[in-house]
């Protein structure tokens, strides 16, 4: 009987921690740049007094769908989307840097280009500061150039592009962030973005709403499970009560 218990427990904690993760894919399905979470189980023995019988299913994040998203042209010169396997580097809140696929870019009243949210876009020697009243283009190879009135465009820097050795070697935080688990990557000055676009989120509405239903019918069947667990351990103990 115990046995039942165990394995519906296990089997519904794990489709509520599935639809978690399918629900927060679906909520970022509009999110320049947003990487599909991934998600695995694994068995582990549950330890006590005598042999390791009973084993508990635990959630283990695999890491991301490294798929590129859609492109979408949008004609502004502050939208930038990275090509291939290209992140871009950004100040976090924290200080540390971090890597997105987001390029929404802006400047900011002190002269900094910024991501939409504030932080600070990284070049390859630290923030990027913008002479005022200039107009703003960027390079293929992430070259940032000022053109203030009457004058020719100067280059103010450039965007701190990095790409990733191996697939899922960037963690995502709890702020939405990619970073490297063995610190700073370098800058890759063979890494390319397209201007004038986003790169939308590599989500998909369909296959996640299926995905999403297919979790929640698991969940009823482990719960009636549980039912039929408690239904059998009243009558047992309705047959035992009477001897």
């Known amino acids: 009987m115990d046995r039942m218990i165990y394995l519906s427990m296990a089997g519904a904690k794990a489709a509520m921690q599935r639809q978690d993760v399918l629900s927060h894919n679906l909520a970022n399905v ?75 870019l802006d400047v900011n009243a002190e002269g900094l280009l910024v991501m939409r949210n504030g932080m600070p876009v990284l070049g390859d020697g630290g923030p990027i500061n913008v002479p005022p009243n200039s107009e703003v283009s960027i390079g293929s190879d992430g070259t940032v150039s000022a053109k203030a009135p009457n004058q020719k465009p100067t280059t103010v820097g450039r965007l701190k592009l990095v790409t990733p050795e191996a697939t899922n070697q960037l963690t995502r935080g709890d702020d939405g962030l990619f970073r490297a688990a063995d610190g700073d990557l370098p800058a890759n000055a063979a ?11 590599n989500v998909s509405p369909v296959e996640t709403m299926v995905a999403m239903i297919a979790a929640g019918r698991q969940f009823e069947q482990q719960m009636k499970l549980l039912q039929i667990a408690q239904t059998q351990g009243q009558q047992s103990a309705k047959l035992l009560g009477s001897t």
């Open 30 to 104: 509009t999110t320049n740049g947003f990487r599909a979470e991934l998600q695995a189980f694994r068995a582990v023995p549950v330890r006590g007094d005598g042999a390791s019988t009973r084993a508990f299913a635990l959630e283990t994040t695999i890491g991301y769908n490294d798929a590129q998203g859609p492109l979408t042209p949008t004609g502004r010169n502050l939208d930038v989307a990275m090509q291939g396997n290209a992140w871009l580097a950004v100040q976090s809140n924290d200080g540390t840097e971090a890597y997105t696929r987001a390029g929404s």
């Open 191 to 201: 890494a390319r973005l397209q201007d004038g676009a986003l790169e939308g989120s």
